[in-house]
Every structure is written in structure tokens, then in C-alpha cells.
């Protein structure tokens, strides 16, 4: 590790000057070193350090450094005051400026960082030296008499604008540092698959394309840094793990083939938590409808039949997915199959068994879920909720299939919610272009009940009333190629 071998040059250095040092300058020097013994014993002892760890003792490291520096500084040029040399004054004013370059060069070099937060190290080791100068100079007024000696005020300001060009250096270099090491990390994860290209992003983390290294298979690989842990009060980063390992957990249990196949989960060497997924070659109905507006009543059936057998198979294993809409329905070319409709995101999953009382997931007091498409007992905190309410939030996602609008929309999300709560919704024939089916509507409609028990009681009695529907046509595999390859053709 380069900062262990920098902090172990640094501290000989120290015991060498320490030898040399008397009074005060030798307390604080063996302050000094004891603080980077007790790093370097951290960075030793401890195989692997956390963020967090981390981080303290950078800032101890670098600070005790600084400290010592501006007491050090404060000391010699008070002292070469005292003598009354203009020239000596001005050579001890750039050695301060040197020694406060070196140290925020170091830092930059030796410390990976975002740009925003090396900025909040460097300035202030920056502007250190500067401080020290100003508070010597409102302390003793004769300063300013020795200054003005120097005829060229220029070599007074010469070596500080050097200091601020080195500022910036460090600042760069910190950044590059860490471009590097996530550019190593994000190149090699788990030393299993190579991460191409960022492909989504949101509250619990990213989404990146990747490929197997051995298989040379394409996956989706979903992640946690360990800074995005770190960021976050404690109660939050343990729900967002907790959650994140369920999802992957719940997933991987199902065996539908409408449900998104989990291939790994583990946790990276650098405390990224992460899950590769099957690469899905498609788009999620969210953006299918406002792309291409809203669908033939046909295929509205032909794509949520499959959304039901993925359902029935989660609630057969007595898992409630809470969070069923239509960016988290992919249709998808798999093989020679077309529209294939896959189930993704479990990660608010619940269990309505009696047994399994771990999966609470969210703050006491909070709602989960996505207000659009949230069943009224989820709406207002119920504490029981079962597979009904996934059968709601389909009947919504059947409802901007065929009109391209929510059921009900509001201002704010509480707004729809409360909509939820209380309101009829307009029947979706009465909203879009598309013709609709009168037995259609009423399975969409019936599915959005607000009385769980007058709803469909499961996800095959749902998908045996659309198979029942009377359409104006069929869909079918063959019928999906055709509009793929019209629409969104594979690239050659």
C-alpha cells in the first residue's frame, strides 16, 4: 500500500529528527510519531479496512501533520524576526510555503478521492501557511516594517502562488488516483466479470452491463459501493443492505422463467456488495409506452399473463413483491422468443408467512412502494399485506398499457395516494383511442377494486380471466417479431 509506505519513510524521518530536537520541538515531534505508529499499526494489524476507518486516519494523519507544521512555522519565523533580516525573513517564508507544498502534494498522490472532497483537505492545508502569516503579522506589527525592506513585494508572493498551483495539482491527482482505482475495480469485479458500460443508477446503487470472464456471458451486475454505505446515518445503510441482499435472496428462490434469473451475489474486495443478474435484451413497458404509446388490447393480455405466472410462482413461496409497475416489466427478445416478459426488483419483497418476520424492510412510520401504482391497504400503512395487492398494481400497469396514463395523478405523491384511497377510477376505455374490450375492463377494473377480498384472490384466477378475454385479434411470438424487427431490430 503506497500510503503505508509513506507514512513508515515519514515516521524514520521523524525519529531522526526527534533525535536531534529539544524542547517543545521534540514533544511535538514525538506526538507526531506516535500518531503515525498508531496508523501504520492500524494499516498493518487490519488485513482489510473500512471506509469509515479509513478516513480517520487520513484525517489524523494528515492533520497532526498540518498541526505540527503551522506550530513548527509559527516558531521559526517568529524566530527569524527577532534577527531582523529582511532576507532571512523572506527565505523562511518560502521554506513554510515549500514545506506546506510537499504535504498537500502528498496528500494528493498518496489518497484516492472525489475532486469535491480533496478540496476539503487541500484548502485548508493550503490556506494553513497563509493564516499562520496573518496572525504573525497582526501579532507583531514590526513584520510588516521587515516586508516592506524586500523592494520587489513580488518574491513575498511568488512562493504562494506556486503554493496554489500545487493546490490544484493535488486536487487532480487525488481525482486521478481514484479514477484509477474504480477504473481497476469496476474492470475486474470479484475477479469474475468485466463491468463495460454504466447502464442505470438509483437510491441502492448502480446497474452496469457486464460479461463473464470465462463464460463470456452477458449479465447485469447491480451494486453497492461502500462509500454509498458510509454516506448514509447507520439506520439507512443497514435498510439498504438488508434490502439489497434480500433482493437478491428473494430472487434467486423463484424458478418462473418470467423472473429475472440471479447468476452470483457476493462482496467485492473494496466492501462493494453486488448481484449479477441475466442481461436483458428488451425495454421495460414504462418506456415501450412512451416511446410507441399505448398497446393493442391483444398484447396488453399476451404481456401480463406472463407478469402473472412470474407473481404466482413469488406468492406460492408466500412473497409479496410490493413493487409491481411497469419500469420493473421487461418485455424482451430471449432466443427466438419475442415479448418475453421478464419480473425484476424484488427488493421490497415481504413475506406473509407467519415464520418470516425479518423481512421488514422500512422505517416504522414510512410507506414503501411507488405511489401510481400502490394498492389502498399499502396506501395507508396496513400492516397486513398478501399477494392481492401485487394483483392491484398489475391491474394499474394493464391500465397504462392500453391508455398511456396512470390511474390516478396528482400534484403530489400523497395526492395519489389518497386517490387510491378513495376514488372510483375512470374506466379505461374512456380514456384512450385504443379499443378495449368490454370483458378487459372489467378484469382491469375488477383488479382495481379497492376490497382486497373483491379483487382476483390470486395470480392464476387473474390469468385465467384475461386467457377468457374476447379480443379483437391475436398475438403471439410470431406477431412480436414482426413489430421488434420493425420497431427495435437487433444490431447485426
Known amino acids: 500500500m503506497v500510503t503505508g509506505a509513506m507514512l513508515v519513510v515519514a515516521a524514520t524521518a521523524l525519529l531522526r529528527s526527534l533525535a536531534l530536537a529539544q524542547g517543545s520541538t521534540a514533544l511535538g515531534l514525538a506526538l507526531l510519531v506516535i500518531g503515525l505508529g498508531a496508523a501504520i499499526s492500524l494499516l498493518v494489524t487490519l488485513k482489510t479496512l473500512s471506509l469509515p476507518w479509513l478516513r480517520v486516519i487520513e484525517m489524523a494523519v494528515f492533520g497532526m501533520a498540518g498541526a505540527y507544521l503551522v506550530a513548527q512555522s509559527y516558531r521559526s519565523l517568529l524566530s527569524l524576526l527577532a534577527s531582523g533580516d529582511p532576507g532571512l525573513m523572506l527565505s523562511g517564508w518560502n521554506w513554510t510555503l515549500m514545506l506546506f507544498l510537499l504535504l498537500t502534494v502528498a496528500y494528493g498522490i498518496t489518497i484516492p478521492n472525489t475532486w469535491q472532497r480533496a478540496v476539503l483537505v487541500v484548502l485548508p492545508l493550503s490556506l494553513a501557511p497563509l493564516v499562520t502569516g496573518w496572525v504573525l503579522w497582526t501579532r507583531h506589527p514590526e513584520l510588516g516594517d521587515l516586508v516592506r525592506q524586500i523592494d520587489n513585494t513580488g518574491r513575498w508572493i511568488n512562493g504562494t502562488v506556486v503554493l496554489g498551483a500545487g493546490a490544484v495539482l493535488a486536487v487532480f491527482a487525488a481525482y486521478v488516483v481514484d479514477r484509477y482505482f474504480r477504473t481497476a475495480f469496476e474492470a475486474r469485479l470479484s475477479t469474475m466479470y468485466d463491468l463495460e458500460e454504466k447502464i442505470g443508477h438509483g437510491g441502492m446503487g448502480e446497474v452496469w452491463r457486464a460479461r463473464h470472464q470465462t463464460l463470456a456471458r452477458p449479465a447485469a451486475v447491480k451494486l453497492i459501493r461502500e462509500e454509498m454505505i458510509a454516506s448514509s446515518d447507520k439506520a439507512s445503510a443497514g435498510r439498504m443492505l438488508q434490502r439489497f441482499k434480500r433482493e437478491a435472496k428473494a430472487t434467486a428462490a423463484l424458478r418462473s422463467p418470467h423472473t429475472v434469473e440471479i447468476y452470483d451475489f457476493g462482496v467485492a474486495k473494496d466492501g462493494t456488495f453486488f448481484y449479477a443478474m441475466e442481461y436483458l435484451d428488451g425495454l421495460d413497458l414504462e418506456s415501450m409506452v412512451e416511446r410507441f404509446g399505448p398497446l393493442p388490447a391483444e398484447r396488453v393480455v399476451y404481456l401480463l399473463r406472463q407478469a402473472c405466472d412470474s407473481l ?149 384466477e387473474l390469468s385465467a380471466a384475461l386467457a377468457a378475454c374476447e379480443l379483437p385479434g391475436c398475438w403471439d411470438s410470431a406477431r412480436a417479431k414482426e413489430w421488434w424487427d420493425l420497431h427495435l431490430p437487433r444490431a447485426a
Not at 413475506?351 to 399499502?378: F, H, I, N
Not at 377494473?445 to 376490497?451: H, I, M, P, V
Open 312 to 460: 404466482a410462482d413469488a406468492h406460492q413461496s408466500l412473497l409479496t413483491h410490493r413493487d409491481v409497475k411497469p419500469a420493473n416489466i421487461y418485455a424482451c427478445q430471449l432466443g427466438v422468443s419475442y415479448d418475453y416478459v421478464k419480473l425484476l426488483d424484488f427488493g421490497l419483497v415481504s413475506s406473509t408467512s407467519p415464520e418470516d418476520v425479518s423481512l421488514q424492510l422500512t422505517a416504522d412510520g414510512t410507506t414503501s412502494g411507488t405511489p401510481a401504482y400502490m394498492a389502498p391497504e399499502m396506501a395507508v400503512g396496513k400492516d397486513e399485506v398478501d399477494g392481492r395487492a401485487d394483483l392491484y398494481a398489475l391491474g394499474c400497469v394493464g391500465y397504462w398499457l392500453l391508455t398511456a396514463k396512470q390511474v390516478f395523478e396528482g400534484e403530489t405523491p400523497v395526492a395519489v395516494l389518497v386517490e387510491h384511497v378513495k376514488t372510483t377510477p375512470v374506466p379505461p376505455s374512456q380514456r384512450t383511442e385504443v379499443e378495449v374490450p368490454e370483458d378487459l375492463e372489467r378484469v382491469i377494473l375488477k383488479c382495481l377494486e379497492k376490497d382486497p377480498d373483491d379483487r382476483y384472490q390470486s395470480a392464476e
